[in-house]
């Protein structure tokens, strides 16, 4: 070992006597271009980025339709507790559609969406092939469910359901990291999360976000004669988030569900746009009286 420092020093020596100290000159200008490349490369980066040029747009993990737990019409538990956010994650979104119904189906599942609303049936269809999907990752899901009249889930008393299912969910206790839906009969629905519990708002915005709407007879998910009504299926009412059964008569215009989509939000930082997980089917719950 002591032979080869020696070697090394007598290399290192003989090499700067015999011309290093000659290229001091270029070895200055090859530094000044280092110091411009460690400049200009984070600035191209920040540039590519805003032209949305990069490739490394995050991967926002989706809940996993097996962690959806359905019961009957009226249940639904979102198992939240081996989800791990990316640090990118923002929080989770749900989109919700009202479908009238002449069909009384107290298990909704996908083999009989088509008897309850023919288009329930078509949009289930359309978003299906997203669910726990690795070729669908990326999608803009906001177009994909809002180009279907989807709408973004509100809560009632003034709670913000961004910051309600946002990354405060995850600094509760493990057990916590649940969402329980319930739609029991003669009460208004709602998400519970440990001892909190929300009452589900519909939404009140057009897409794009002004002028509001006024859904009758009011924000609450209840079946109502006045959100059955047809006259109230108009642009400024309830047509924005309900959809009709074409071809039954006034008489049998009777049950009302919801489809509730989830899927989680995060912020590209090189883009500062959102981007969507996949979705998961919370449920097509059947709304109370």
């Known amino acids: ?34 110091l411009l490349k460690l400049f200009l490369i984070p600035l191209a980066a920040l540039f590519m980025g805003a032209c949305g040029l990069l490739v490394g747009t995050p991967f926002i993990e989706p ?11 009226n249940l639904a538990t979102v198992d939240l507790r081996n989800y791990s956010p990316h640090p990118a994650f923002s929080h989770f979104a749900i989109f919700y559609r009202i479908y009238i119904s002449d069909i009384l189906e107290m298990a909704p599942q996908p083999v009989n969406f088509n008897a309850i609303n023919p288009v329930l049936h078509t ?6 092939p997203f669910i726990d999907s690795d070729d669908h990752i990326g999608q803009n899901m906001h ?22 299912l946002g990354n405060a969910l995850f600094s509760r206790p493990l057990e916590e990291r649940r969402l329980e839906f319930e739609f ?19 939404a009140i915005n057009h897409l794009g976000g002004t002028p509001h709407f006024t859904p009758y007879p009011d924000r609450f998910f ?6 059955r009504n047809t006259e109230n299926l108009i642009a400024d009412r309830n047509a924005p988030d309900v959809q009709d059964r074409a071809g039954i008569a006034a008489i049998d215009r009777n049950f009302t569900y919801v489809a509730m989509f989830i899927v989680a ?23 109370p009286d």
Not at 222 to 227: G, I, K, Q, V, Y
């Open 184 to 202: 029991g009969t003669g009460q208004i629905p709602f998400m519970r999360i440990g001892s909190d519990v929300f009452s589900l708002w519909r």
């Open 1 to 34: 070992m002591y032979k080869r420092m020696r070697l090394f020093q007598n290399f290192s020596f003989w090499n700067s006597y015999l011309g290093f100290r000659a290229c001091s000159e270029t070895n200055r200008v090859l530094g000044q271009a280092r």
């Open 222 to 227: 209840r079946n109502t004669d006045d959100l």
């Open 63 to 73: 809940v996993p339709q097996a962690d959806v737990e359905q019961s009957m019409g």
């Open 143 to 164: 177009n994909v469910f809002t180009g279907m009249n989807f709408r973004y889930l509100a809560l009632a008393g003034g709670y913000n359901i961004d910051e309600v």
């Open 123 to 128: 949009n289930f269809n359309q978003i299906y």
């Open 265 to 287: 939000v995060g912020l590209d930082p090189a883009t500062f746009s959102s981007v969507f997980s996949t979705p998961a089917l919370i449920h097509v719950f059947q709304l």
